[in-house]
């Protein structure tokens, strides 16, 4: 670890997303969770709405039985999505043909795409935000 500030910041990120400390942060020392924030030198270790909803994330799929490097690399993809479109509504780690997984952002839930395939992982995205907000109008986690 780098520093107390460091771990106290994961560690506040944690509580608010329902994920195991010791097991993220042993993620992110063998280097499989590439979106965390504040990894470049001289950036500040805050966690915004988008660096939540991946940690979340990463925390369900160690509940369904991911690995943690794995966890961690899908997590990081969607935090790549949830990044490059803001106003996703859902998002979902689906089978393909080949037998590889892609993760799927979708914005609008009515319209009917491979996220949509009975061999997925979906996530509400408005659902989660919802969730990371309860019990108290919490602000996003950031260094003591």
Known sequence: MTS?????????????AQVPYEEFVATVM???YSCL??????SP?????????????????????????RAGEYAS????GLAAEPRAQSISIALTSDGGKRVVIEQDLQRPTAAMLPERIHFDIAAIR???????????????
Request: net charge positive; charged share 25%.
């Open 4 to 16: 107390a500030r460091f771990d106290l910041a994961i560690a506040e990120a944690c509580r608010i």
């Open 30 to 32: 063998a280097g499989g």
């Open 37 to 42: 924030p504040g990894v470049v030198p001289g």
């Open 45 to 69: 270790r805050r966690f915004d709405e988008t660096d939540m909803l991946a940690l979340y994330i990463y925390g369900r799929l160690l509940a369904f039985g991911f690995g943690g490097l």
């Open 77 to 80: 993809r969607a935090h790549a």
């Open 130 to 144: 919802r969730q990371l907000q309860q019990p108290t109008e919490r602000s996003t986690a950031e260094p003591a």
